[in-house]
């Protein structure tokens, strides 16, 4: 039983991107999320050892959603996934209480090595 991570990314493709990465190396993906709004309440329904956070979304961003994550369980471990270019948005999100981040387009070495450092 791998450990269980929701994906939280307001592109479908990203998405699927990140689950086809985590799936083939034993990771269990329990859910998906749109925006940080979403997350929040698969977060509450789901207890996820790992989130990976888009930070620009609609509705509420990434890092908006990691400092309420932290709030609810200030344990949860979350990578943020980020554009080029989003370095600042990326210092936020870490001092928000991210574990790490991966920028795009995404290196699947990179994600593993990513959320592997994040849960352990």
Known sequence: MGHKVLIVDDAAFMRMMIKDILSKNGFDVVGE?????????????LN???VTMDI??????????????????GNS??????????QAMVIDAIQAGAKDFIVKPFQPD?????VRKALS
Do not use: H, W, Y
């Open 48 to 50: 996820p050892d790992l």
């Open 77 to 86: 471990k979350i990578v943020m996934c980020s554009a080029m270019g989003q």
């Open 56 to 73: 620009t979304m609609p509705e509420m961003d990434g890092i908006q959603a990691v400092k309420r994550l932290k709030e609810i369980d």
């Open 33 to 45: 999320a749109e925006n940080g709004k979403v997350a929040i309440e698969k977060f509450k329904e």
């Open 110 to 114: 990179r994600v593993l090595e990513a």
